[in-house]
């Protein structure tokens, strides 16, 4: 079964740094679009970042200039860096891996809290 693990979240103080991590067993990992999503309470679900299976890279405006996604395909994992972090970007942060239309997993989630 394919399944992606998500690891790297915690608290951290605003202005901060956290590199969250998502390990996927998937086979054939490098075909992939990979993309962290996040979701804050009685927020809807946001596109925070994604990586193409040719390394191409899109952000939301929200964390342009701040927040970095990459990808070891050796390693199966895909990265988000995420610097001067902000209270807003207060979420729990879900990995996810595509292929076409009709393959798709998600991970368990890892909680970022950005507070004084």
């Known amino acids: 079964q394919a399944q992606l693990v998500e690891s790297g979240g915690g608290l951290v103080q605003p202005g901060g740094s956290l590199r969250l991590s998502c390990a996927a067993s998937?086979?054939?990992?490098?075909?992939?679009?990979m993309a962290w999503y996040r979701q804050a309470p009685g927020k809807q679900r946001e596109l925070v970042a994604s990586?193409?299976?040719?390394?191409?890279?899109n952000y939301a405006d929200s964390v342009k200039g701040r927040f970095t996604i990459s990808r070891d395909n050796a390693k199966n994992t895909v990265y988000l860096q995420m610097n001067s972090l902000k209270p807003e970007d207060t979420a729990v942060y879900r990995c996810?891996?595509?292929?076409?239309?009709?393959?798709?997993?998600w991970g368990q989630g890892t909680q970022v809290t950005v507070s004084s």
């Open positions: 990586i193409s299976s040719g390394g191409s890279t």
């Open positions: 996810n891996a595509r292929w076409d239309m009709n393959y798709e997993y």
């Open positions: 998937i086979s054939i990992f490098s075909i992939y679009a």
